[in-house]
């Protein structure tokens, strides 16, 4: 089984900085691109941040370009998103999600994490 566990997520206040981790575990042959995608209360799921596979190319939101910022370790197998200057529309839960390859895999299969959530409030 593939597992993706995430960390860092809680309680901040506005213009406030967190960082979110998540680290794939169990057996995977190969990992492809990962993101972090977020759902604010009311409304649909949408990708905040992406990187590829070896890390050289990232995507952001627009309502986050320049706040924050997504990186990869390839040798541990995890992605970190560094949350800048938040604000009160960054509210939402932040899952993580990843792609790659077991030994019998036909194709590309996908996990996500559980989700952790986010508050950014006064």
């Known amino acids: 089984q593939v597992q993706l566990r995430e960390s860092g997520g809680g309680l901040a206040q506005p213009g406030g900085s967190l960082r979110l981790s998540c680290e794939v575990s169990?057996?995977?042959?190969?990992?492809?691109?990962m993101g972090w995608y977020r759902q604010a209360p009311g409304k649909q799921r949408e990708l905040v941040a992406s990187i590829t596979t070896g890390g050289g190319s990232t995507n952001y939101a627009d309502s986050v370009k320049g706040r924050f910022t997504i990186s990869r370790d390839n040798a541990k197998n995890t992605v970190d998103l560094q949350m800048n200057s938040l604000k009160p529309e960054d509210t939402a839960v932040y899952y993580c999600?990843?792609?790659?390859?077991?030994?019998?895999?036909?194709?590309?299969?996908?996990?996500w994490g559980q989700g952790t959530q986010v508050p950014v409030s006064s």
């Open positions: 169990g057996t995977v042959f190969s990992i492809g691109p």
């Open positions: 999600n990843v792609r790659y390859l077991k030994r019998t895999s036909l194709g590309w299969e996908s996990s």
